[in-house]
């Protein structure tokens, strides 16, 4: 993995992404099993597309994945307080996320899996805002180490999901914006199924429970690749979640799927399809 990122990195941007794009399709042709998973679920998740379009869409996927992942290679190469900001990313409607801090609570960042999720490590630091965001350590403790320093380089603050119930509440508390992916699996207890593209899927309770007990903001933010590799990111009204007790901890969680749902079909090339999202029992069905 080294000898790729110094590879990567000593590309120029243009020839780098393109290089990981190309590495992209290779992973899909030799990782059949992924691919197959992707195709698969692309093919349940839109019933009404032609075979041609779920295999085309697959491919342009694994493409994607590979061009994210070039880019995140680069990741702390973006030169803080230079123009980088202005020239690679595209910042929409920002102040909604500003409004929700001004509340003195912090703010809930609900995203996902979508476009160059990686992106908010510079560009959320770049425009001023406090941010940590919450990730799943790699398997793998030296490929995990590398990923940190990369995603820490420009000052987030990451915080461990095995563990970080404390330390989300203590970053809010402290007025940063939190991030959370809410489209991985995670098994209960923990989780709860909710609908996602017609099929049922454990979904984290985390954000639902932070943000009912302690009237946190939920402020929806995504990035999205644009055609010319420069970046959209973009966030939504903030929102609170009402209600106590188990059945609104659901109904409030099928809201925030609802959202990544609606945000993925934008552009389904751009979310993670190779993952094994729907793992609940046919039984809970």
Known sequence: MRLLAK???SLPREQALKLGGRLGIISGMLLKKRRRLAEENLRRAFPEWSS???RATCWANFQHIGICGAEMLR????????SDLETYF???DQHYLREALKLGRGAIVLTGHVGFWEGGFFAMPETGIKFHAVTKP?????????FCKLRQAFGVRTIDSRKGARRILKALQGGS??????DQHISPPGSVPTDFFGRQAYTTTAITNLAMKYRVPVVPTFCHRLPDNRYKIWS?????LEGEGEHAIKENTQVLTDIIAS??????????WMHKRWRVPDQEN
């Open 7 to 9: 590879l990567i990195r």
């Open 236 to 240: 939504e009204p903030m929102f609170f």
């Open 52 to 54: 041609l379009k779920v």
């Open 177 to 182: 914006a939190v991030a959370i992916l809410l």
């Open 138 to 146: 790699l398997k793998n403790p030296l490929s995990d180490s590398f």
């Open 90 to 92: 595209e910042m929409v």
């Open 75 to 82: 990741l702390d190469m973006w030169r803080s307080g230079s």
């Open 263 to 272: 945000v993925v079909r934008r552009d389904p090339s751009q979310w993670f």
